[in-house]
């Protein structure tokens, strides 16, 4: 039992280094004066329903250099949504951004859409 109780404190010591660790890598990143930060002058939920080329650029002239389109192949007639239609768009991995919230020009977007099944 005290074998169980030292690994399980060891786990928790762990975790709290790679979360601490994590953290100061990402303060620096933020901090690097060679990195430039963009904000958004829009929130995620504006982008949905729009035509995804318009949206994709958009995001470039904002200035961000890794963008990616994903297709999301479940339309059968294009009625209710349109082939096209931006489902989601989120950076680094956020998908409930905020206006002028900032990112780094190198963050991921990545821009959901929809399209029309094989």
């Known amino acids: 039992m005290k074998n169980d109780l030292l690994r399980s404190v060891r786990k928790i010591c762990e975790t709290a280094v790679d979360t601490v660790d994590k953290g100061m890598q990402e303060l620096n990143r933020q901090l690097d004066p060679n990195v430039k930060?963009?904000?958004?002058?829009?929130?995620?939920?504006?982008?949905?329903?729009?035509?995804?080329?318009?949206?994709?650029?958009?995001?470039?002239a904002y200035g961000f250099k890794d963008i990616v389109l994903l297709e999301q192949k479940d339309l059968t007639f294009g009625v209710f949504v349109h082939d096209g239609a931006v489902e989601q768009v989120s950076i680094d991995g956020k998908?409930?951004?905020?206006?002028?919230?900032?990112?780094?020009?190198?963050s991921r977007v990545v821009i959901i859409y929809h399209t029309f099944r094989p």
């Open 37 to 60: 930060r963009i904000r958004v002058p829009s929130d995620a939920s504006q982008y949905y329903h729009r035509n995804y080329e318009e949206v994709f650029d958009e995001f470039e």
């Open 95 to 106: 998908a409930n951004f905020k206006q002028n919230q900032r990112f780094d020009e190198n």
